[in-house]
């Protein structure tokens, strides 16, 4: 039902509440705070370099993990989540370093955990940076990814992670019913406790041409692309019937991604299920403002904050975004 509003002018004056700092304060409706942070972190097996499509963010190896992961905790963001850069000789057609149960992913959540067993590690559970191809999935002669043969190996790159330790998997491929495989595998494994994030409402976005970059996996990919198992940008209700079913087949939490195109959808997602909902504030976002920002043409702090009270204000737990460090910093100088 909508609002009726009572008052009128000059007995009602909207102004009177912002007019000074303490009543701004107190009428304000949302807030950000370092608990809403997610910090995503890139995993090398080769060098430790700059990665130049997301100005500030690198690639990191496994002894220089510490340093970073030091920094993480001490600015007092509770989660990391952690993507590998394979090396390309480890690339096959059906992914089998995936599952390795000595592969960098479960090497790099041993290592964190055994450092700070307090802090939050959640993974990524896909196959494109593992496959020759750059799908996510494994592929039939015509390139089109195989659904079922897909989990299969999702699966066990799932209890790869969570015999390694992981807090949350989080898958992001988009195959029908891999939710229910990995939560009965979980479960069956007697990791009753491991939470999955499922990237619920991931679409066909043109925003993750850096990350693809920073992966290493843009050049596999080519000219295809993800249209077949990710969602239309121009499909909304598709994206809630997708919600709906992994939420029936196990899911703990949901991702929107990306994040402020779907502002919609993630206030849609909220109000209907109720449930913890995150978003992805993905590499093009990060790409974009970085230029503008480096242009001069936004001022960082404010665009950067603004950017991420929007996700708060559309209903987000919490936001994946490489501002993370950042933002925890000004938060706390605030």
């Known amino acids: ?77 509770p989660m990391v989540v952690l993507f590998p850069v394979i090396d390309p000789d480890k690339k096959t057609a059906e ?20 450092r700070h067993p307090e802090l939050g590690v959640m993974t990524d559970v896909a196959l494109d940076p593992y496959t020759s191809h750059g799908q996510d999935g494994v592929i039939d002669e015509a390139g089109y990814v195989i659904n079922d043969a897909t989990i299969e190996i999702l699966v066990a790159q799932t209890l790869a992670h969570a015999d390694a330790g992981v807090d949350i998997v989080s898958p992001s491929d988009m195959m029908d019913g891999r939710i229910q495989a990995m939560r009965h595998a979980l479960e069956d494994a007697g990791h009753i406790n491991t939470v999955i994030m499922s990237y619920a409402a991931k679409f066909a976005s043109s925003y993750y041409n850096p990350f693809r970059e920073a992966l290493g996996s843009a050049g596999n990919l080519g000219k295809a692309d993800k249209r077949t198992y990710q969602v239309d940008p121009a499909n909304g209700d598709e994206a809630m019937r997708e919600v709906a079913l992994d939420l029936k087949e196990g899911a703990d939490m949901v991702m929107v991604k990306p994040g402020m195109p779907y502002l919609d959808i993630i206030h849609r997602v909220k109000t209907e299920f109720g449930v913890p909902t995150f978003a992805y504030h993905v590499s093009g976002e990060y790409a974009m403002l970085k230029a503008a920002i480096d242009n001069g043409w936004l001022d960082e702090r404010a665009a950067v904050m603004e950017c991420l009270l929007s996700f708060k204000r559309a209903g987000c737990d919490g936001i994946l975004t490489y501002f993370a460090k950042d933002a925890a910093r000004w938060l706390a100088e605030d």
């Open 95 to 114: 992914a089998e370093e995936a599952a390795n149960p000595e592969g960098l992913i479960p090497a790099a959540i041993r290592q964190i955990k055994a």
């Open 1 to 77: 039902m909508p609002h009726t509003y009572p008052g009128h002018f000059p007995a009602t004056r909207l102004r009177r509440a912002r007019a000074a700092d303490f009543s701004r304060r107190l009428a304000r409706e949302n807030r950000l705070t370092r608990d809403d942070l997610i910090y995503p972190i890139f995993v090398t097996e080769g060098e430790s370099v700059e990665i130049k499509a997301m100005p500030g963010q690198k690639r990191h190896t496994l002894t220089g993990l510490a340093d970073e992961i030091d920094e993480v905790v001490a600015l007092g963001i």
